[in-house]
């Protein structure tokens, strides 16, 4: 498959972001702000320091030279999460920074890694549907990498509602043969 094949079936399927792992691939960061593509960090004020080594929200859909950057330097997809919402940019950008900081039970705050595939797949494979369908809420759909290393060549995972009302479940998004 050509970056041309995984992009036409993205952004075919919907995807309008990227939720981007700068720690694990930096430089579609770099790229999209080069191009001024509107972008905000997921980190709250207080880690603005490490910014550049964490998640951000990136507007993918009208941007498609950024969406091969980010497939040609992230191949594995392990630093890229593609998703769609209904939600303008800053109501997404505060309920997606609210799944980067988790409340321990002894009071203390850590941030979870959800937006990296490796740890999302897991967690949410793991979760009832009901603590799904909360995090996944603010999405249409939410598609990362297959984290099969014989399927991943040829496909993605897509988490998307399966009708009106009902959860969250995952299927593959095979790449489009044809462009």
């Not at 999209?32 to 603005?48: H, I, N, V």
Request: aromatic share 10%; with cysteine.
């Amino acid at each position: 498959m050509n970056n041309e094949q995984r992009r036409t079936t993205l952004l075919g399927a919907g995807a309008q972001w990227l939720v981007l792992d700068a720690a694990s691939c930096a430089e579609p960061l770099w790229y999209a702000r080069g191009m001024g593509a509107p972008l905000q960090s997921l980190f709250r004020q207080q880690d603005e320091d490490l910014a550049d080594s964490g998640p951000w929200l990136i507007r993918a859909d009208s941007y498609p030279d950024l969406v091969d950057t980010c497939l040609k330097k992230d191949p594995l997809g392990h630093a890229s999460l593609w998703c769609a919402s209904p939600l303008d940019q800053k109501t997404l950008v505060n309920q997606l920074r609210g799944r980067v900081y988790a409340a321990l039970p002894s009071g203390e705050t850590t941030r979870f890694r959800w937006y990296d595939p490796r740890v999302l797949f897991p967690y949410l494979e793991d979760c009832t549907q009901q603590r799904r369908n909360d995090f996944l809420a603010p999405f249409d759909l939410l598609v990362h990498a297959d984290l099969n290393p014989y399927n991943h060549p040829h496909q993605l995972q897509i988490w998307q509602q399966s009708g009106k009302g009902a959860g969250f479940t995952n299927s593959p998004l095979v790449f489009t043969e044809e462009v």
